[in-house]
Protein backbone atom coordinates (compact mmCIF):
# COMPACT_ATOMS: atom_id res chain seq x y z
CA UNK A 1 0.00 0.00 0.00
CA UNK A 2 1.39 3.36 -1.03
CA UNK A 3 1.87 6.19 1.72
CA UNK A 4 3.03 9.38 1.62
CA UNK A 5 4.24 11.74 4.71
CA UNK A 6 5.12 15.06 4.12
CA UNK A 7 6.80 17.20 7.18
CA UNK A 8 6.53 19.69 8.60
CA UNK A 9 3.05 19.81 8.89
CA UNK A 10 3.07 23.56 9.90
CA UNK A 11 5.59 25.67 9.12
CA UNK A 12 5.82 29.66 9.53
CA UNK A 13 7.93 31.90 8.33
CA UNK A 14 9.44 35.68 7.44
CA UNK A 15 9.17 36.85 4.20
CA UNK A 16 12.53 37.09 2.35
CA UNK A 17 13.66 33.41 4.47
CA UNK A 18 14.07 29.99 2.34
CA UNK A 19 12.42 26.83 3.31
CA UNK A 20 12.30 23.11 2.21
CA UNK A 21 8.99 20.99 2.46
CA UNK A 22 9.89 17.14 2.24
CA UNK A 23 7.72 14.52 0.84
CA UNK A 24 8.43 10.74 1.60
CA UNK A 25 6.80 7.79 -0.03
CA UNK A 26 6.78 4.08 0.15
CA UNK A 27 6.75 2.73 -2.62
CA UNK A 28 7.71 3.00 -5.92
CA UNK A 29 5.63 5.64 -7.92
CA UNK A 30 5.62 6.76 -11.42
CA UNK A 31 4.55 10.30 -10.77
CA UNK A 32 4.30 12.72 -7.84
CA UNK A 33 2.33 15.70 -7.52
CA UNK A 34 2.58 19.39 -5.85
CA UNK A 35 -0.87 20.93 -5.24
CA UNK A 36 -1.86 23.89 -3.50
CA UNK A 37 -4.94 24.35 -1.77
CA UNK A 38 -6.42 28.19 -0.15
CA UNK A 39 -8.48 28.15 2.91
CA UNK A 40 -11.74 26.61 1.33
CA UNK A 41 -10.91 26.27 -1.78
CA UNK A 42 -10.41 23.35 -4.01
CA UNK A 43 -6.45 22.07 -4.90
CA UNK A 44 -4.45 23.67 -7.87
CA UNK A 45 -2.01 22.24 -9.51
CA UNK A 46 1.94 22.82 -9.37
CA UNK A 47 3.82 20.69 -10.80
CA UNK A 48 4.55 16.51 -11.61
CA UNK A 49 7.42 15.29 -11.50
CA UNK A 50 8.13 12.07 -13.74
CA UNK A 51 11.65 10.87 -13.23
CA UNK A 52 14.42 10.69 -10.98
CA UNK A 53 16.37 13.76 -10.62
CA UNK A 54 13.15 15.85 -12.23
CA UNK A 55 13.39 19.89 -11.13
CA UNK A 56 10.62 21.78 -12.41
CA UNK A 57 10.34 25.49 -11.05
CA UNK A 58 7.84 28.37 -11.00
CA UNK A 59 8.45 31.70 -9.68
CA UNK A 60 9.44 30.91 -5.87
CA UNK A 61 8.16 27.21 -6.12
CA UNK A 62 10.87 24.72 -7.26
CA UNK A 63 10.42 20.53 -6.45
CA UNK A 64 12.78 18.35 -7.25
CA UNK A 65 12.23 14.76 -7.12
CA UNK A 66 14.93 11.86 -6.22
CA UNK A 67 13.20 7.73 -7.26
CA UNK A 68 15.75 6.18 -5.36
CA UNK A 69 15.43 7.94 -2.10
CA UNK A 70 11.93 8.32 -2.86
CA UNK A 71 11.98 11.80 -1.74
CA UNK A 72 10.21 14.90 -3.21
CA UNK A 73 11.24 18.48 -2.08
CA UNK A 74 9.25 21.73 -2.55
CA UNK A 75 11.77 24.69 -2.02
CA UNK A 76 10.68 28.13 -1.62
CA UNK A 77 12.93 30.44 -1.87
CA UNK A 78 12.49 34.23 -0.14
CA UNK A 79 9.12 33.57 0.57
CA UNK A 80 6.47 36.14 0.11
CA UNK A 81 3.01 36.55 1.80
CA UNK A 82 0.76 35.44 -1.31
CA UNK A 83 2.43 31.70 -0.72
CA UNK A 84 0.67 31.38 2.38
CA UNK A 85 -1.44 28.28 1.54
CA UNK A 86 -1.37 24.25 2.31
CA UNK A 87 1.04 22.51 0.79
CA UNK A 88 0.54 18.76 -0.53
CA UNK A 89 2.31 16.11 -1.99
CA UNK A 90 0.49 13.18 -4.12
CA UNK A 91 2.03 10.25 -5.14
CA UNK A 92 0.74 7.67 -7.93
CA UNK A 93 0.99 4.54 -10.26
CA UNK A 94 -0.17 4.36 -13.62
CA UNK A 95 -0.59 0.25 -12.97
CA UNK A 96 -3.31 2.01 -10.16
CA UNK A 97 -4.85 4.16 -12.70
CA UNK A 98 -3.01 7.25 -11.42
CA UNK A 99 -5.43 6.97 -8.10
CA UNK A 100 -3.56 9.62 -6.05
CA UNK A 101 -2.39 9.37 -2.51
CA UNK A 102 -2.21 12.16 -0.60
CA UNK A 103 0.20 13.18 2.27
CA UNK A 104 -1.54 14.99 5.21
CA UNK A 105 -0.27 18.74 4.22
CA UNK A 106 2.14 21.26 5.08
CA UNK A 107 0.52 24.68 5.97
CA UNK A 108 2.48 27.84 5.53
CA UNK A 109 2.37 30.96 7.13
CA UNK A 110 4.20 33.82 5.62
CA UNK A 111 4.64 36.72 8.19
CA UNK A 112 5.64 40.30 6.50
CA UNK B 1 -14.00 26.32 -21.48
CA UNK B 2 -15.76 25.17 -18.52
CA UNK B 3 -14.33 23.10 -15.95
CA UNK B 4 -14.73 20.75 -13.56
CA UNK B 5 -17.89 21.90 -11.79
CA UNK B 6 -19.71 20.33 -8.34
CA UNK B 7 -23.05 20.42 -6.89
CA UNK B 8 -23.99 21.64 -4.55
CA UNK B 9 -21.39 23.96 -2.89
CA UNK B 10 -22.71 23.56 0.38
CA UNK B 11 -25.29 21.46 2.40
CA UNK B 12 -25.83 20.34 5.66
CA UNK B 13 -27.05 16.92 6.24
CA UNK B 14 -28.61 14.83 9.87
CA UNK B 15 -26.92 11.63 10.58
CA UNK B 16 -28.66 8.61 9.24
CA UNK B 17 -30.24 10.58 6.06
CA UNK B 18 -28.58 10.03 2.00
CA UNK B 19 -27.21 12.39 0.07
CA UNK B 20 -25.83 12.67 -3.68
CA UNK B 21 -23.04 14.36 -5.04
CA UNK B 22 -22.97 15.46 -8.51
CA UNK B 23 -20.33 16.46 -10.57
CA UNK B 24 -19.59 17.27 -14.96
CA UNK B 25 -15.74 16.67 -15.89
CA UNK B 26 -14.33 18.94 -18.53
CA UNK B 27 -15.63 18.30 -21.62
CA UNK B 28 -14.30 15.90 -23.55
CA UNK B 29 -12.97 14.01 -20.45
CA UNK B 30 -14.39 10.31 -19.67
CA UNK B 31 -12.70 9.31 -16.37
CA UNK B 32 -13.71 11.36 -12.89
CA UNK B 33 -12.35 10.39 -9.86
CA UNK B 34 -13.97 11.14 -6.23
CA UNK B 35 -11.97 12.69 -3.07
CA UNK B 36 -13.01 12.96 0.46
CA UNK B 37 -11.03 16.11 2.24
CA UNK B 38 -11.55 16.29 6.38
CA UNK B 39 -10.93 19.42 7.53
CA UNK B 40 -7.19 19.32 8.81
CA UNK B 41 -5.77 16.42 6.12
CA UNK B 42 -5.18 15.66 2.89
CA UNK B 43 -7.81 14.33 0.38
CA UNK B 44 -8.51 10.33 0.16
CA UNK B 45 -9.25 8.52 -3.10
CA UNK B 46 -12.82 7.37 -2.92
CA UNK B 47 -13.55 6.19 -6.51
CA UNK B 48 -12.67 6.40 -10.50
CA UNK B 49 -14.81 5.77 -13.00
CA UNK B 50 -13.91 5.95 -16.72
CA UNK B 51 -16.01 4.89 -19.99
CA UNK B 52 -19.22 4.58 -17.19
CA UNK B 53 -17.13 1.84 -15.53
CA UNK B 54 -15.64 1.63 -11.62
CA UNK B 55 -12.07 0.94 -12.20
CA UNK B 56 -10.97 1.79 -8.19
CA UNK B 57 -12.67 1.96 -5.37
CA UNK B 58 -10.54 3.42 -2.02
CA UNK B 59 -10.96 2.28 1.73
CA UNK B 60 -14.66 3.43 1.93
CA UNK B 61 -17.53 1.57 3.51
CA UNK B 62 -20.27 0.31 1.43
CA UNK B 63 -22.39 3.41 2.29
CA UNK B 64 -20.63 5.15 -0.39
CA UNK B 65 -21.41 4.22 -4.04
CA UNK B 66 -20.80 6.41 -7.54
CA UNK B 67 -21.80 5.87 -11.40
CA UNK B 68 -21.19 7.42 -14.15
CA UNK B 69 -23.47 8.70 -16.81
CA UNK B 70 -23.55 8.58 -20.96
CA UNK B 71 -22.55 11.87 -21.35
CA UNK B 72 -19.58 10.88 -18.62
CA UNK B 73 -21.01 13.31 -15.12
CA UNK B 74 -21.13 11.45 -11.82
CA UNK B 75 -23.12 10.90 -9.19
CA UNK B 76 -21.32 10.40 -5.44
CA UNK B 77 -24.20 8.41 -3.08
CA UNK B 78 -23.46 8.18 0.60
CA UNK B 79 -26.20 6.52 2.71
CA UNK B 80 -26.76 6.37 6.36
CA UNK B 81 -24.26 9.77 7.30
CA UNK B 82 -22.08 9.83 10.13
CA UNK B 83 -20.43 12.49 12.00
CA UNK B 84 -17.73 11.10 10.45
CA UNK B 85 -18.48 12.43 6.39
CA UNK B 86 -18.45 15.87 7.54
CA UNK B 87 -15.76 17.15 4.78
CA UNK B 88 -15.22 18.16 1.46
CA UNK B 89 -15.85 16.28 -1.19
CA UNK B 90 -13.71 16.71 -4.42
CA UNK B 91 -14.38 15.52 -7.77
CA UNK B 92 -11.08 15.17 -10.46
CA UNK B 93 -11.84 14.83 -14.40
CA UNK B 94 -9.04 13.58 -16.48
CA UNK B 95 -9.28 12.64 -20.21
CA UNK B 96 -8.84 8.92 -19.77
CA UNK B 97 -7.73 6.91 -17.16
CA UNK B 98 -4.39 7.29 -16.10
CA UNK B 99 -4.00 10.62 -17.93
CA UNK B 100 -1.26 13.05 -16.27
CA UNK B 101 -3.14 15.93 -15.30
CA UNK B 102 -6.67 15.54 -13.21
CA UNK B 103 -8.03 18.90 -12.57
CA UNK B 104 -10.31 19.28 -9.53
CA UNK B 105 -13.36 20.91 -8.61
CA UNK B 106 -14.30 23.02 -6.38
CA UNK B 107 -15.85 21.03 -4.59
CA UNK B 108 -18.76 19.99 -1.88
CA UNK B 109 -18.62 20.87 1.15
CA UNK B 110 -21.07 18.29 3.43
CA UNK B 111 -21.85 19.08 7.03
CA UNK B 112 -23.36 16.16 8.59
CA UNK B 113 -25.14 17.09 11.90
Known amino acids: ELKVEQNPLFLSMQEGKNYTIYCNYS?????LYWYRQDPGKSLESLFV?????AVKQEGRLMASLDTKARLSTLHITAAVHDLSATYFCAASSLNAGNMLTFGGGTRLMVKP | DAGVTQSPTHLIKTRGQHVTLRCSPISGHKSVSWYQQVLGQGPQFIFQ???????GRGNFPDRFSARQFPNYSSELNVNALLLGDSALYLCASSFVQGALEQYFGPGTRLTVT
Open chain 1, 49 to 53: LLSNG
Open chain 2, 49 to 55: YYEKEER
Open chain 1, 27 to 31: TTSDR
